[in-house]
């Protein structure tokens, strides 16, 4: 079936550590997302890619870092300086980046730093 | 992206039609008006999307007025399994979130 995976459902980290949460999809679809949701809160945008090998910032990109060397694959790192990491992830993706397309999320990675 | 008004929480009886509203006064010409839901602790589901005309598929229907301003969504026959946040977005991609309305069904 085709769809986009989120790994691992749910992860633990010490606070200093990077953490890097990981998204596929087998749709072959062009643009791919990470999202932010904090309890109560609509979704905030990270980090987005249009096309392999390019990204763009998104609302709340300081601590993260992302990578889109395939098409299939566009993992997001938490880094030690994003200040307040524990949230739920989201990924999503697109056909293509531009509009007149429905979005595909996984299901969420919940990070949890202690 | 246009900035988006939802009601924070709606209630609705099992069976009867869910009509959500969606205020997009300063929505432009080539900006898509979008519909997903959240299910708690889950990622979010398309329903539905436009820019000009109505739109029905299997789940909903779509309700733009004529100067694009507003939008409704309608579940026909809401389910307990349609409580979920629903969120109206009216934009391009990447998607802008809003925080959506809590719309609870009841027996």
């Known amino acids: 079936d085709g769809g986009i995976t989120q790994s691992p459902k749910y992860l633990f980290r010490k606070e200093g550590q990077n953490v890097t949460l990981s998204c596929e999809q087998n749709?072959?679809?062009?643009?791919m997302y990470w999202y932010r949701q904090d309890p109560g809160q609509g979704l905030r945008l990270i980090y987005y890619?249009?096309?392999?090998?390019?990204?763009q910032k998104g609302d709340i990109a300081e601590g993260y870092s992302v990578s889109r060397e395939k098409k299939e694959s566009f993992p997001l790192t938490v880094t030690s300086a994003q200040k307040n990491p524990t949230a739920f992830y989201l990924c999503?993706?697109?056909?293509?980046?531009?509009?007149?397309?429905?979005?595909?999320f996984g299901q969420g990675t919940r990070l949890t730093v202690v | 992206d246009a900035k988006t008004t939802q009601p924070p929480s709606m209630d609705c009886a099992e069976g009867r039609a869910a009509n959500l509203p969606c205020n997009h006064s300063?929505?432009?010409?080539?900006?898509?008006v979008y519909w997903y839901r959240q299910i708690h602790s889950q990622g979010p589901q398309y329903i539905i999307h436009?820019?000009?005309n109505n739109e029905t598929n299997e789940m909903a229907s779509l309700i733009i007025t004529e100067d694009r301003k507003s939008s409704t969504l309608i579940l026909p026959h809401a389910t307990l399994r349609d409580t979920a946040v629903y969120y109206c977005?009216?934009?391009?991609?990447?998607?802008?979130f809003g925080k959506g309305t809590r719309l609870s069904v009841i027996a």
């Open positions: 999503a993706s697109t056909l293509s980046g531009t509009s007149n397309t429905e979005a595909f």
């Open positions: 749709l072959n679809h062009d643009a």
């Open positions: 436009g820019l000009k």
């Open positions: 890619s249009q096309i392999v090998n390019d990204f």
């Open positions: 977005i009216a934009g391009n991609t990447p998607l802008v």
């Open positions: 300063t929505i432009s010409g080539n900006e898509y």
